[in-house]
């Protein structure tokens, strides 16, 4: 079974310092995407990076950007400079070819002031 | 902006009702899925939609139907609601294909409690 792991069901940050928050996957494909998404209180859920697993060099959006291990499996998010606003669910999602996109449980992020 | 819109945010049935769940969304996307999200699980597809009266089962469709009759519109249908159904449902719609890397939009979801 092709699987989706967030160890931390809930972290914690105080504005403006640096998290990151970790996902392992399980499969025998070669080829796929991996996503994080992100689901504000009571708000819609967010597209805030994407990877596609041939590709070498880590994707950035901003503040936000991944550590893509592809020996180890393994798809971790970083969040610098955090803000208030960045309080959410997270989810890691994975989606091998030709199947459908895997969630993971969430991770649940508080940013202090 | 994509908007994807979920007909209620909060939903209160009781067990055997049958319940219908709407979604809208405004981009004129082919493809519409549904969600069911629990705490510890994740999010689960139940349905998906790639054309007009089109479906295709996910992975947990027991219990469930769905309709599509309009390109914007696709119901989530509980035939006859179980206390085990209580759960926040999400909708979301895409340009691409079920199987594609492009990003889904989300709606903000329905909580619903079947009691």
């Known amino acids: 079974a092709q699987t989706v792991t967030q160890s931390q069901p809930e972290m914690s940050v105080q504005e403006a310092e640096t998290v990151t928050l970790s996902c392992t996957y399980d499969?025998?494909?070669?080829?796929?995407?991996l996503f994080w998404y992100k689901q504000p209180p009571s708000r819609q859920m967010i597209l805030v990076i994407r990877?596609?697993?041939?590709?070498?060099q880590n994707a950035t959006e901003n503040r936000f950007s991944v550590n893509f291990q592809k020996a180890a499996k393994s798809f971790s998010l970083k969040i610098s400079d955090s803000q208030l606003g960045d309080t959410a669910m997270y989810f890691c999602?994975?989606?091998?070819?030709?199947?459908?996109?895997?969630f993971g449980a969430g991770t649940r992020l508080t940013v202090k002031p | 902006d994509v908007k994807v819109t979920q007909s209620s945010r909060y939903l209160v049935k009781r067990t055997g009702e049958k319940v219908f769940l709407e979604c809208v969304q405004d981009?004129?996307?082919?493809?519409m899925f549904w969600y069911r999200q629990d705490p510890g699980l994740g999010l689960r597809l139940i349905y998906f939609?790639?054309?007009?009266?089109?479906?295709e089962k996910g992975d947990i469709p027991e219990g469930y139907s769905v309709s599509r009759e309009k390109k914007e519109r696709f119901s989530l249908i509980l035939e006859s609601a179980s206390t085990n159904q209580t759960s926040m449902y999400l909708c979301?719609?895409?340009?691409?294909?079920?199987?594609?890397?492009?990003?889904?939009?989300f709606g903000d979801g329905t909580r619903l409690s079947i009691l």
């Open positions: 999602a994975f989606r091998p070819n030709n199947n459908d996109m895997r």
């Open positions: 990877q596609e697993a041939y590709k070498q």
């Open positions: 939609s790639y054309d007009v009266k089109m479906k």
């Open positions: 981009m004129d996307h082919e493809n």
């Open positions: 979301a719609s895409s340009s691409a294909g079920r199987y594609s890397n492009q990003p889904q939009h």
């Open positions: 499969t025998s494909e070669s080829n796929y995407y």
